[in-house]
Each structure stands twice: as C-alpha cells, then as structure tokens.
C-alpha cells in the first residue's frame, strides 16, 4: 500500500475535542490518501487523522464542501472534486464540523459532564417541592378540613382491630368496606400514627403528598418530554391539593405506591417495582387500569419465565396480605375486596352526569364502555406502543419464531429488550388514560388517578402549546364545578376524547436505548 497524507480536520478543532468524537484510527488502520493540492496543503500543517466511523447526512456534506472548497484554489477543487478522496475526506470532516458546533454550544452555557438543559429540569423541581411544601402548609393550617370518608375508614379500621374478618360486616358511615386488605393495614397504622385525629393525619398526608410529587417529578426529568417551565403545572391543581390534604382518600395512598412503583421500572427494576404495583392494587382496585399496558412492557423487556416469576410475586403480595380473611371468608372477601361490577350513584358522576340516570346504571352502557376500551387498548398496543415491532402479532409470532426449542423461548429475552424511559411512561400513562376515558362514573378523587400524567400527555400530542395549556386549563375547571352539571361532564368528556386523538395522532416514539445511549446516560448520573 503507498504512502499518503492522513485525513484533517479543521485547524479550529482542538485535541480534546479531536479525542472526544471518537473517531480517530489507528495507524495500521488509517486509509492511503492521494495528496491534497498545495495551497490547501500548506495552509492546514500538522493536523491529526481520523475517519468518520458513521455515513454523513446530506446536509453535514454541503457544510463539509464548503470547508474544503475555501480552503483551496479553483485548479486544486476541480481535482479534489475527481477523486476519490473527496467523498471519503466529506465522511471524516463533516462530524467534526458538526460536533465542533455542538461543543462550542454547549461550552458557553454547561460545565464539563453536566449540561445546563439536564441541570436546570432539577433545580426546577427542586424549587417547586419547596413551594408546593409551604403551600400545603398553609392550606392545612387555614382550609377547613373536609369531612367526608375518614370517619368511616376509622370505623373499618376499628372493626378489623377488634377482630372481625368478615368482609360483609365491616362497615363505616358511608357503607360497606370494598377495598382489598391492604388498605385496613396503611389506615390502622396511620390511626395508630395520630390516634385517629384529623390534623396530624392531614400532616401525615401533606408529607405524603411531597413524596408522591417527588417520585413523579423524578418520572418526568427522567423522561426528558416536558420542557422544565411545564414541571410547574403539576402544583396547580386546586382540586388534587384538596384530595390529598383536605380529604385525606385512599386514592392518595394508592397513587403515592404506583408512583413509586414506576420509578422502579424506568429503572428496570421490574421484579421489585411489581411488588409495590401489587401492593397499590391492594390499597385500590383503580390501579389495575395500568396492569394492561405493564403486562405489554413485561413482554417487551422481560424473558416468559421473568414475566412469571414477576405476576406469581404480584399474586403472592395479595395472598399475603389477604390471608386473615381468606383463611375465615374467603368468598365474602374476594366478593367485596374485587368487585369489578359496582354501579355508582349518578349524581357524583362527573364525566357522565349528561347521561340519563336509567341509561347511566344500565348493563348496555357498561358493556360498550367496555368494549370500547378493550378495543382502545389493542388499537394502540397494535398500532403505537409495538409500531417499532412491526405491530403486536408480529411481536409475538417473532417471539416463537427466534426460539430454537421450548426453554429458549421460555428463558430469553427478546434481542431488544432495554426499553427507554420516555416509552415506559408513555405506554403505562397512555393505558390508564384509556381506562380513565371508558370509565363510567368518575367520582371528584378519582382525579388523583390521572392528573399527574395530564401534562406527560398533554406533550406528548403535537399541539402547540397554547393548546395543550388551554386542555390542561379545561380539564381543571370541569373537575372543580361541584355539583358537576350536564354541561361541565360533556366538556370534561370532548376535552378527553380530544386529548387521546392527539395521542392517537402523534408519532410513536422509539421503544428501545441503544448501547451507546445508556453509557452516556451512566456517565451522566456520575457527573450529576
């Protein structure tokens, strides 16, 4: 192989910023280049060598031409441009340039490993837990205290410590018990907490609320889809500020453990993170609208022996907790603890109270409701959350197709299974989002349900921004006209239906991390 010239960069390129790019080569490896002209020669001595280790784009090729193409005389492009070299010297010179531009950016406003546009998410939130604190303080110190379940969850919790297992004859002001074990286990340890007194249980409740904030805060910089100012709008709910600290609801308890839950599976911790989902659904029933979509993430991420080594976990938090009453009554506890098929009073509704109460408690509207978001959910599942896959059939069938025998298929997991941040949340917010809108009857705490996936939602449609401000503006206001009217229930339904075509509209986002995404992912979390 002849001698020839090594590739150069640009003259304004440093040897840091040369090491950084990683695209240098070593000297058995570097390619034979015919001479440059003269001028162009002598103008740029002393350069280091490197190719590009990835194909440039159209536009990094015209930047690239027009480096080269000042930097010689007409005689010396007309011979650049005939050879070979010309295309191969555009490849190594146009991420340089491009790269050049980004650190040149970055510089100006970053310290080394830290950039500003990751720092300032977190200095955001960080403020906004200090204000959202005071805020709820001074609400619990001048609002008066709502009085609505937690005189009858004090009277459940009575029953059960005084030894009634059941399930049937445990009953409070409201009627009768119909949340699964563990919420008589979180209500009599905050009973024996504040010895049943509402003030130090709205204290209780305002920490609870920090900690909730703080997970899905967690949820949101992590995913990096909001911009940092849109953080803020996850304080402004007069509505959920009131759930938690001025009713004091088992909503708040359930949504602060699924919260938790998926923190723990952004991070890929499924086996634990499937442990606290069950614990949640132990507390409500309401969280099982994000069991569909996990079950769909299981699959993606998880070998079929994971997936059931994970869901026998999940069963086996229920049986735990359970076993009191299973053990005594086991039909009267699983009957009551996991109605799927309770009919709720119509004038509470505040999604459907434009509904005719005969039509709102009959079978028919269940069951279309119903239909409707089985359908909802393979649509999307199909269509969105497995587009990347060739669709959820395909998903599947390629499952079996890749395994060469019985216990491949069972112990591997996909040949793509480290899924994204943005994806997890995405999918598991979207589901339940789907369940939220099919929902028949929705009552003024079940805004705790989805209220903190609202603005993820909200971003992750392609409206302009003062669309999605005025949706979220909408949504808040329908949810804070008590009694709910005809009017307020059918806007609160378009604004929903509104919002999951935008979903519906957008692009799927990419399900998987690559290699060298997640190393620089880890090299941040050491710089930060």
């Not at 960069?9 to 240098?24: F, H, N, Q, S, W």
């Not at 943005?422 to 028949?440: D, K, L, P, Q, S």
């Not at 705490?445 to 989805?450: A, D, G």
Request: proline share 5%.
């Amino acid at each position: 192989m002849a001698e020839g010239r090594k590739f150069e960069y640009p003259e304004t390129m440093m040897d840091d910023e040369i090491a950084r790019l990683g695209v240098l080569v070593s000297e058995v490896d570097r390619p034979v280049q015919p001479p440059l002209p003269r001028r162009c020669a002598s103008r740029h001595p002393n350069r280091r060598s490197a190719i590009a280790k990835s194909p440039p784009r159209l536009p990094c090729i015209r930047r690239a031409r027009k480096v080269l193409e000042a930097t010689c005389s007409p005689a010396g492009q007309n011979r650049l441009a005939a050879s070979w070299i010309y295309r191969r010297a555009v490849a190594a010179w146009s991420p340089a340039i491009m790269a050049r531009a980004r650190v040149v950016k970055e510089s100006s406003t970053s310290t080394p490993g830290q950039p500003a546009d990751r720092r300032r998410p977190l200095h955001f939130a960080a403020f906004l837990l200090l204000a959202d604190a005071a805020l709820v303080a001074l609400i619990i110190a001048f609002v008066p205290y709502t009085k609505i379940d937690w005189d009858a969850y004090m009277s459940q919790v009575d029953a059960f410590r005084q030894g009634e297992r059941d399930y049937t004859k445990i009953e409070g002001d409201t009627g009768p018990l119909v949340y699964p074990a563990g919420f008589l286990y979180v209500y009599s340890a905050i009973k024996f907490l504040t010895a049943g007194q509402v003030f130090p249980a709205q204290i209780l409740f305002g920490v609870l609320y920090i900690v909730n904030l703080s997970l899905v805060l967690l949820l949101y910089v992590k995913s990096e889809v909001l911009p940092w100012w849109a953080l803020g709008l996850l304080c402004l709910s007069k509505r959920v500020h009131s759930i938690f600290v001025l009713r004091l609801f088992n909503d708040c308890v359930a949504m602060t453990l699924l919260h938790a839950a998926m923190v723990l599976i952004v991070y890929h911790k499924w086996y634990l993170g499937l442990i606290i989902f069950s614990g949640a659904v132990s507390v409500k029933m309401n969280v099982l609208l994000f069991a569909p979509s996990l079950f769909l993430l299981m699959l993606k991420a998880m070998s079929i022996k994971g997936v059931f080594v994970a869901l026998l976990g999940a069963a086996g938090v229920q049986v735990l907790l359970g076993i009191p009453f299973l053990l005594s009554h086991p039909v009267e506890y699983i009957s009551r603890a996991f109605n799927l098929g309770r009919v709720f009073i119509h004038f509470w509704s505040v999604n459907f109270k434009f509904v005719p109460e005969k039509l709102f408690v009959s079978k028919e509207l269940a069951v279309t409701l119903l239909i409707f978001h089985l359908s909802a959910l393979m649509v999307f599942a199909h269509y969105k959350w497995f587009k990347h896959e060739g669709g959820l059939l395909r998903f599947v069938h390629s499952r079996f197709k890749e395994a060469t025998s019985i216990e491949q298929l069972i112990s591997c997991k996909p040949v793509m299974s480290n899924l994204s941040k943005e994806h997890i949340v995405t999918v598991m917010f979207v589901g339940n989002f789907i369940g939220i809108v099919c929902a028949r009857s929705l009552h003024y705490q079940f805004y705790s349900w989805y209220f903190y996936s609202l603005p993820f939602l909200l971003w992750r449609t392609q409206f302009p921004t003062v669309v999605r401000i005025i949706l979220f503006v909408g949504v808040e206001r329908c949810w804070n006209v008590y009694p709910s009217t005809t009017y307020s229930s059918l806007l609160l339904l378009f604004l929903h239906v509104f919002i999951l075509f935008g979903l519906w509209s957008s692009p799927a986002e990419y399900p998987y991390v690559d290699k060298k995404d997640k190393t620089n992912s880890k090299k941040l979390g050491k710089a930060m």
